[in-house]
């Protein structure tokens, strides 16, 4: 393979990848830590873009190749949220539809409808613990950058660096939405992506939102390749407290059944 076709792969794979560093990182924040100042979380809905901007021309015209994300948020002030991201071309048309959704006290999941099924993507404390947040200004986080105004919202950069050949990602999160990130800039040397937010809707979504989530069976073998990632990354600490978690979780389950 030619190394142009690997660094395109590469670029690909990074715009999945750091769409999973933010909804990881909401997961993080949305969760109050231990000692820390919290607050009542906020129910809101928030729609965001994403344009995505390849160097080379002939990379962004692939068929499969998205200019554009479209991300819809939909948050509860217990916890609750249901995020889909459309994938599209400039002329609108659709490449792809994800679907994920977080339930407190059960777990957060990927909805397969090729098979029917949800991937197992971490568990989720209870509403007792959702239902709050950390109130902070972001400032004690180690990966803080600084301060910046968005939309008339005032949030916090924190700056991550994914690879050491210059790729990095920033996002802007904002106390006032529960420390959501409201912006984000993702920079490889083979291209980039801004995102931005569309618009935002206070109060807790409509429950008609979540009533058509599927009760299908959990797969968990995508969680089982992350752990078996961490522990090849030399992180065998991290590996066995994800291990732990699965085992609760399919214990947790099976109780359920």
């Known amino acids: 393979m030619t190394s142009g076709f690997s660094k395109?792969?590469?670029?690909?794979?990074?715009?999945?990848?750091?769409?999973?560093?933010?909804?990881?990182?909401?997961?993080?924040?949305l969760q109050p830590a231990k000692g820390k100042r919290l607050r009542p979380a906020k129910g809101?809905?928030?729609?965001?873009?994403?344009?995505?901007?390849l160097n080379d021309p002939k990379w962004q015209a692939e068929a499969g190749q998205a200019d554009y994300v479209i991300t819809t948020r939909y948050q509860k002030s217990d916890g609750t949220w249901k995020e889909v991201r459309t994938a599209y071309k400039a002329n609108g048309k659709v490449l792809r539809k994800n679907i994920q959704f977080g339930i407190p006290g059960k777990g957060v999941y990927d909805i397969d409808r090729s098979r029917m099924t949800l991937n197992f993507i971490s568990s989720m404390p209870p509403k007792e613990e959702t239902s709050f947040v950390a109130a902070?200004?972001?400032?004690?986080?180690?990966?803080?950058?600084?301060?910046?105004?968005?939309?008339?919202?005032?949030?916090?950069?924190?700056?991550y660096v994914?690879?050491?050949?210059?790729?990095?990602?920033?996002?802007?999160?904002?106390?006032?939405?529960?420390?959501?990130?409201?912006?984000?800039?993702?920079?490889?040397?083979?291209g980039h992506s801004v995102t931005e937010m569309l618009s935002v809707t206070l109060g807790d979504p409509d429950e008609?939102?979540?009533?058509?989530?599927?009760?299908?069976?959990?797969?968990y073998a995508q969680f089982e390749r992350k752990i078996q990632a961490i522990a090849d990354d030399g992180k065998p600490e991290t590996a066995a407290a994800l291990q732990r978690e699965l085992k609760e979780q399919i214990a947790k389950e099976i109780d359920k059944q």
Do not use: M
């Open 208 to 219: 008609s939102v979540f009533a058509s989530l599927p009760q299908w069976s959990v797969d």
């Open 8 to 29: 395109r792969t590469k670029l690909l794979s990074i715009v999945i990848f750091v769409i999973g560093v933010v909804s990881a990182s909401v997961a993080f924040t």
């Open 44 to 53: 809101f809905t928030i729609v965001l873009k994403e344009t995505i901007s």
């Open 136 to 159: 902070t200004d972001g400032h004690d986080h180690r990966l803080f950058a600084r301060d910046e105004v968005v939309q008339g919202y005032r949030t916090y950069v924190l700056h």
């Open 162 to 190: 994914l690879d050491k050949d210059g790729t990095y990602e920033e996002e802007y999160y904002a106390p006032e939405l529960n420390n959501y990130p409201i912006r984000g800039f993702k920079s490889a040397p083979y």
